[in-house]
């Protein structure tokens, strides 16, 4: 049979930002089961290096990269660093954030560095991460990026204003870049995750917070990071190439819009 080249990832490679842990290493696993090339670049280097080394040991292809999103350097030689293994990159995964390690807490709570250090993560990372891989995109004529916002936006969740204030950024950045790089023939989309139940936000959370995730939902259920990889390779594929600056909620049916 041969495969629908709108659905078909085999052999492209994918960059995820913050692939190490949470819900950036299932988006690896996933993309690697499909045969993608994966770069996995998260702070956490050791995490990424694990993410890559298992893909390896089941038969794909994998880099671990430690990548500081918030860094110009570092993110260009992830860059390099992926383009020396791989030849192109050809969908970018912005995934990375500051988010579960940061405490839930009233506004006037949180320290000036906290926030800025959130905005330079948060925002900062997507706008170098685009920077460092749209030359590969435009010399292939095509590139697909996806950037991870939150349904905290459609909600306006408390308690971790700068996550929330950043995630509406990223809303808006993901819309004019669509108009900045649509011309290359380069996709720039977003989605809006529900609270999902990944490794580290449940490390983060109380017992309390996270008993009362499934309330509102249509789907009556709680959120899986796997619950999100269907969008996030829809908008990764050919199938979408004609839906650019986009954002697609994912939570179960709770913020309709
Ligand atoms: N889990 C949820 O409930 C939820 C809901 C909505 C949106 N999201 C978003 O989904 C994405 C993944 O969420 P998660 O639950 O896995 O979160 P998470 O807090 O585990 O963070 C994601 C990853 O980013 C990495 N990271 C942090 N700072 C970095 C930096 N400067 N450079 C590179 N990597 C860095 C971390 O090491 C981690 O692996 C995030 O963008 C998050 O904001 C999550």
């Given at each position: ?16 930002t ?11 696993q ?39 999103v ?12 992926a ?16 988010m ?20 330079a993560v ?26 991870i ?75 899986y ?16 190439d ?9 939570d ?6």
């Open positions: 049979m041969i495969a629908n080249p709108r659905f078909d990832l085999q052999g492209q490679t994918v960059v995820i913050g692939g190490g842990k949470g819900i950036g290493k299932i988006y690896a996933e993309f690697a089961k499909v045969g993608a090339h994966v770069v996995a670049a998260d702070i956490d280097g050791e995490s990424a290096e694990a993410v890559a080394h298992a893909i390896e040991a089941e038969g794909g292809k994998a880099l671990g990269i430690r990548t500081d918030s860094d110009a350097a570092s993110v260009e030689a992830m860059a390099q660093a383009l020396a293994r791989f030849g192109t990159i050809d969908i970018l995964i912005n995934n990375a954030s500051l579960s390690t940061l405490p839930r807490r009233s506004w006037l709570e949180i320290p000036v560095e906290e926030w800025d250090q959130v905005m948060n925002l900062r990372g997507l706008f170098l991460c685009c920077r460092a891989v749209v030359p590969s995109m435009r010399e292939k004529g095509r590139g697909k990026i996806v950037n916002s939150s349904s905290r936006v459609w909600e306006g969740v408390p308690n971790r204003l700068h996550y929330t204030t950043s995630k509406a950024g990223v809303i808006g950045f993901t819309r004019a870049m669509a108009h900045e790089v649509g011309p290359l023939g380069i996709t720039v989309n977003a989605i809006t995750p529900g609270y999902t139940l990944s490794d580290t936000q449940v490390q983060s959370s109380s017992g309390n917070y996270l008993a009362a995730q499934a309330e509102g939902r249509a789907m009556g259920r709680a959120q990071p796997e619950d999100l990889v269907g969008a996030v390779m829809f908008l990764s594929s050919q199938a979408s004609y839906m650019t600056g986009q954002t697609i909620n994912v179960g049916g709770k913020a309709m819009h």
